[in-house]
């Protein structure tokens, strides 16, 4: 087992713990769960084997289940309720614990309630997609979508720990697990260009499930990711660089309707995107965009955006991001691949451009 740490201020420390078998490893789960009431939220989307097993191995605790209906059309204040009906009906205390036990969408939604019930219960995620794994599950960030904005209501609210069990990998579709690889090819682009060099030469060990590839892969990621969100967990600088393709690729997958592109699928395209534009503002070269693309390609990602969505249309969506200042659009761009440049704001006029030409190439 490998225990990497993201680093925050008034004891909120906490640890990501990655290796095999730990979803029912009863004296790791005991070190950060001492409430007897314990509600494992999960979805409709994740094989039985996992809560039962998870359940299993807290048979001294009181476990309910609480399974949502999965994907991001279904992250809503709506479907939340469900959880919070649970907790009220069990009468959970607010010494309980959450455990969030799958994808993206159930840790985003499992965190938010965790943080608003009760004012903030305890908070365990055990991510079970490679996204998860390698990006949403660390550094708080929970929430829900609205017809008008992706994630535009949450809070920030860390986990007590987060348990990274690589196993439920070999139950993960292959459209999900390359959903993933687009997270983690971010984080060579943003700020780790060795990685970048790494996930090149061993995308084909990586799409195959190679146990040691992905492992490596998912603990670089988290290791990328704890600095970052160690540095600036609120986001008032250099976190605003993981979010690199997410302001295009948020406009996709709201524009599209949610659920249609999976996050991974939609931030690759929006990466694709920022690289073009990086290019046309100066800062990367056509080799460069070229290798970025290529990259994506490799693992099995699309790269182009849905013809059927105009420049306007992204204009619209893209002005509804929380990175934008007094409602000007801003970025993410790359000064060069490895390097992230801050968010920066760009004309309506330059990405009206850019979108056309990206559309058309
Ligand atoms: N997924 C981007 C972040 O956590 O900041």
Redesign the pocket.
Known sequence: MKVLKVELDRNRSYPIYIGSGLLADTALLAQHISSQQVMIVTSDAIPDQYPAALSAALSSHRTEIVKLRDGEQHKTLHELEKIFDRLLEKKFSRNATLIALGGGVIGDMGGFAAACYQRGIGFVQIPTTLLAQV??SV?G?TGVNHPLGKNMIGAFYQPKCVIIDTDVLNTLADRQLSAGLAEVIKYGLIRDAAFLNWLEANMPLLLARDKQALAYAIERSCLNKAEVVGEDEF?SGV?AT??LGHTFGHAIETGCGYGHYLHGEAVAIGACFAADLSRRLGWLDDQDVARIIEVFKAAGLPVLPPPEMTADQYIELMGVDKKNVDGKIRVILLEAIGKALLPMSVEPAQLQQTLKNYADR
């Open positions: 990006d949403s550094g960030k986001e976190r993981l979010n």
